[in-house]
């Protein structure tokens, strides 16, 4: 960089007196100049890195040739761009003043980089300290590539629907809320050193002609548009703001002469520098526009901007005619060298302030993804969300309550996929999906409602919604007809695009309708989130649909589901949370286990959710974050605790009751006299459990043992290191067989068990003897105890119990008993494949022996779930009994359940819970840290479920670590759980 550039840096750098390094390197500069230096300064060219090698050697030649002062970067890659940014700046004389239409993040001009949604949504959110941080990010965004100056806010009042060119570039149609969001953005830019230009003076917002076409006319009243269009930019003039964009408008109450503002001396400075005080620099709308171009020879419009009172000529129609008017003017005393060099300071002031400060070598090291950081991406996710506005919502319909009475289906009109909204809607609910075009036939429209008819709840989905009036919106007589033909269901009405265009629906029989502006990914996510509770909805309307939907309105309603949101949004770290995936994968590379899931939720959202590896070890199916797990123990209080504690609510059961009461076949045996605190706490005195198969070989016709610890003649089968067994043994008759028949029951595929000897586990169960003290051992026994009470009280099988009154209203609905008969098995992970006693693959049937040969449905396991599911139990605990606007459990139980009950040394158990353990020579399920407070359980398969109420954190785990079979130990060899959720406490800066 020349001279001027090191002069200025070392004076920002080393002079005590700011203000007076400023006016040396201005003075200094300014005087060094040429006429046609001056004149170059002036200008600001556009650029486009999307361009071939000759176009950018022409460029860097009129750059040169012309001195030119700026350049406004459009359509292009920030790597292009930032390479030819500083390709440009070693070359310049003077630093140039680069600068972008970033409205909407630099990602509104230039891929791959991060876009922020347009104003209007952004007018919709009641919180305006988030429309400082979006200002603040995308002040970020330019500052890593070089920019100095970003032409926005728009604060334009959009007062016409009509608008075919500000629209939703605006904030709304509220002076006060355009005025103070505009604030809002300038000050986050600011905040960067980034040069806001607020646009479009006088105000662009109540027209319905394109200026970039022809001539705009605003018809007001000088006291109408002093009191409205003004009142952003005179808030905006007060505030500081350092640079104000004058339209391409004819405006006759402030000057008659049927000119452009831009050109109007009455406008820029009679009005805007002296009328309002503005000392900032004055741009022009881009000088190429028909608004102004007309009329005008080359340059000639560009001479008339100058005299008018404008510092900047922005994108002029023609660099070397626009020169050679200008020296023109100059000599023919049209325009003065003293009005140049008056303009010229003022570029100079601004560039020492906002251009030296970052004006080095634009990094391009990982440009992509500093432009796209997690933490812009959670508060894009952030703005979405608080966006979503709710206008009309009968009888309190939304969130969906009551999930187990509605048969839902969602209804995409129009030609756009909305795949992510629907995929989200099947996070809450079971939901079938229905399309169909704007232009769809009369019979394809028949067999629509049709297909409806068997639904009571629609949701809807305006695909065919736009933002654009010269396609009205989208608006559609034909979803009008459909929508009336759908009365008498619940019809839920959903509007991604401008308010303007919900006017021909807003008098049909809508119960709910919400509004998200945008068919971007996100907006589609968190308006389904929205229709359950997943996130709040706060939102208002930032425009007037008419005259029963006015501007400002919008109802709250309040989160009660688990909602999904990035980890930063929840104060947690995505780039620490990777360290997980690393995790996993050396787990699977190492061959803990053929595959795994993890989910983390943090304060009610999920904010990792990661499927690894495949199905099994021939990686033939990779696995997908919706499959279908064997949860193994998990079962205990994923399944059996609920109930429990529902019956304990209803005083059904007592907890130190001898549960002789709750069953006739347990007072028959010596089990009578224990109590469910006892079978919770694992302090019965029951032994561990009861090896049912050992009980059914046939031993007077076994030759030699069954396990040996080498191989041996009869031991020929190795299952893991020093463990061998007898592949030959057989069952006794009556009890098990590989080839079924009357009388015998399917456990697993092609492996039955006699019906009788069913019974005869009960009884096995029932009368084996109690240990010499009540002490814990971990018993499954006990929890088998519990299912048998639960269906005597209830006089319900256990798992419909269980589906009926919980699992359905959660909306659990991809969990449940026996999946090979209940859930959808292509998407169930196999959990073995047992090659010793049942001598199958285990897919969609229980692992476990004793809930095997309990038909599949136990309390001790046999539960099949999701992570999300599991998520979704694992939040009615951790929100004290609630979860989807209902109380399933009291939230004194819940305290009880998930408190330690004896001592650490004897027990450091909940009532059917685990707990962190705090002895230190005992081996915990958690890693070192974990608050006492929190609880959950871990699998034999390889799975755990933990929350932590301090830090609201859900924690799940799910794999297949005993496939093919259960002597894989590694993965807790390993420790791998553990150290997940080492990574998760570190995340949260614990």
């Known amino acids: 960089m020349r001279f001027f550039l090191f002069f200025g840096l070392i004076c920002l750098l080393v002079c005590p ?36 090698s000759l176009y950018e050697k022409q460029l860097g030649a009129t750059i040169e040739k012309y001195h030119i002062g700026g350049i406004i970067f459009f359509q292009g890659t920030p790597s292009k761009q930032a390479v030819m940014t500083n ?21 509104w001009r230039i891929k791959p980089a991060m876009e922020f949604p347009n104003q209007t949504l952004l ?24 920019i100095h100056v970003n032409f926005a806010p728009v604060a334009d009042i959009n007062v016409n629907p009509k608008n075919p060119v500000i629209g939703i570039r605006s904030f709304g149609e509220k002076k006060d809320e355009v005025g103070n969001r505009s604030l809002q953005y300038t000050r986050g830019l600011e905040s960067q050193q980034i040069m806001p230009v607020a646009k479009h003076f006088p105000g662009h917002g109540d027209t319905d002609t394109d200026s970039h076409f022809a001539l705009p006319l605003i018809r007001h009243s000088v006291a109408r548009i002093d009191t409205v269009e003004l009142y952003p930019f005179r808030q905006l003039i007060a505030a500081g703001i350092p640079g104000v964009m004058v339209a391409h408008l004819n405006v006759p109450s402030y000057d008659s002469a049927n000119i452009p503002a831009s050109l109007s001396h009455h406008i820029v400075t009679q009005l805007l520098r002296e009328k309002m005080h503005f000392d900032g620099l004055c741009f022009t709308d881009a000088m190429n526009m028909k608004g102004v171009t007309k009329g005008n020879s080359p340059g000639e419009a560009d001479v008339k901007a100058l005299s008018a009172g404008n510092d900047i000529l922005l994108f002029p129609e023609n660099v070397e005619a626009t020169v050679k008017k200008v020296k023109a003017a100059i000599h023919k005393g049209i325009l003065t060298e003293e009005d140049i060099d ?17 004006v080095g070598m634009i990094d391009t090291t990982m440009l992509s993804a500093r432009l796209n950081t997690p933490a812009d991406q959670a508060l894009l996710q952030e703005t979405y969300a608080e966006a979503i506005t709710l206008i ?3 009888d309190l319909l939304l969130p969906l309550t009551h999930l187990d009475t509605l048969r839902i289906a969602s209804l995409n009109f129009g030609d756009r996929k909305a795949k992510a909204f629907e995929d989200m809607l099947e996070k809450y609910a079971p939901c079938s999906h229905f399309s169909i075009r704007a232009g769809a036939s009369k019979d394809a429209i028949e067999k629509l409602l049709k297909d409806l008819s068997d639904y009571n709840c629609v949701i809807v989905y305006n695909s065919a919604a736009r933002n654009t009036t010269s396609r009205q919106f989208g608006a559609s007589q034909a979803l009008s007809n459909i929508l009336k033909q759908l009365k008498g269901k619940r019809v839920i009405f959903c509007h991604p695009a401008t308010p303007y265009g919900l006017d021909i629906y807003s008098y049909l029989p809508l119960d709910a309708i919400l509004v998200s502006y945008s068919h971007d990914t996100p907006a589609q996510e968190f308006v389904a989130q929205a229709i359950f509770g997943g996130i709040n909805v706060n939102g208002k309307l930032p425009v007037s649909i008419n005259y029963y939907f006015p501007v400002g309105t919008g109802l709250s309603t309040p989160k009660v589901r688990l909602g999904y949101h990035k980890p930063e949004s929840s104060g947690m770290q995505s780039e620490t949370l990777l360290r997980i995936d690393s995790i996993c994968q050396v787990a699977i590379r190492e061959k803990a286990t053929p595959g795994c899931q993890v989910l983390v939720a943090k304060d009610g959202y999920v904010v990792y959710n990661k499927a690894f590896g495949f199905n099994t070890y021939d990686k ?78 046939d031993w007077e016709k076994m030759q030699g043992r069954l396990f040996t610890t080498r191989y041996t003649k009869t031991n020929t089968k190795k299952l893991r290191d020093r463990l061998y067994i007898n592949p030959n043994f057989r069952y006794r008759d009556s009890t098990f067989s590989f080839k079924g028949g009357e009388d015998y029951l399917m456990v697993s595929p092609h492996f039955y068990m006699h019906r009788h000897f069913q019974d005869s586990i009960h009884s096995l169960i029932l009368n084996t003897d109690l240990l010499p003290q009540k002490k814990y051992t971990y018993s499954d026994l006990g929890f088998v105890l519990l299912k048998d009470i639960v269906e005597e009280q209830t006089v319900t099988p256990f798992d419909m119990y269980l589906r009926d009154h919980f699992l359905k209203k959660l909306g659990a609905y991809n969990s449940g008993f026996n999946a090979h008969l209940n859930l959808d098995m292509d998407r169930v992970i196999p959990s073995s494949n047992d090659n010793v006693f049942r001598k199958s693959e285990l897919k969609g049937y229980v692992h476990d022996p004793l809930a095997a040969l309990m038909g599949g449905v136990s309390g001790n396991a046999g539960l099949f779930s999701t992570a999300e599911d599991l998520a979704k139990i694992m939040s009615v605990y951790l929100n ?63 799975a755990i479920a933990w929350n932590d109420p301090e830090n609201q954190l859900i924690y799940i785990f799910l794999s297949n670590r005993t496939y093919p079979n259960e002597f894989n130990t590694k993965l807790m060899k390993e420790n791998i759980r553990t150290k997940i959720q080492e990574i998760i406490y570190e995340s949260i800066g614990r």
């Not at 003075?27 to 361009?51: C, F, P, R, V, W």
Request: hydrophobic letters at 35%.
């Open 392 to 394: 009309q919502n009968k």
């Open 87 to 107: 390709d440009y700046q070693q070359r310049a004389h003077i630093p140039l003043m680069i600068g972008m239409d970033a409205e909407q993040g630099v990602g």
């Open 620 to 697: 033939k199916k990779a696995n997908t974050t919706d499959n279908i797990y064997d949860i193994a123990s998990i079962t205990k209080i994923a399944a059996t605790l609920p109930t429990v504690m529902m019956l304990y609510d209803q005083q059904t059961i007592a907890l130190d009751t001898p549960i002789a009461r709750y069953s006739y076949a347990i007072s028959q045996s010596n089990k009578k006299d224990l109590t469910i605190r006892e079978l919770l706490l694992h302090n019965a005195g029951l032994k561990s459990s009861f090896s049912f198969f050992h009980h059914a070989i």
């Open 880 to 942: 004290h009994g609630q979860y989807g606007g209902e109380r399933m459990i009291d939230s004194t139980t819940i305290d009880l359940f998930t408190s330690i009950q004896l001592s650490p040394e004897q027990n450091r158990r909940g009532l059917g819970f685990d707990k962190p353990e705090t002895l230190p020579d005992r081996t915990s399920p958690t890693c070192d840290g974990v608050p006492c407070t929190s609880y959950g359980h871990t699998g034999f398969t390889g």
């Open 123 to 146: 007018g919709a959110i009641r919180d305006t300290n988030l429309i400082y941080r979006i200002g603040q990010a995308i002040g970020r965004q330019c500052h890593t590539l070089g």
């Open 17 to 52: 007196l700011a203000g007076r390094a400023q006016s040396q390197w201005v003075d200094s500069t300014l005087n060094a100049m040429s006429l046609e230096e001056k004149i170059g300064q002036l200008i600001m060219i556009a650029a486009y890195s999307n361009k071939d």
């Open 342 to 358: 008056e303009k010229c300071r003022r570029v100079l002031a601004a560039k020492e302030k906002y251009v030296l400060p970052n």
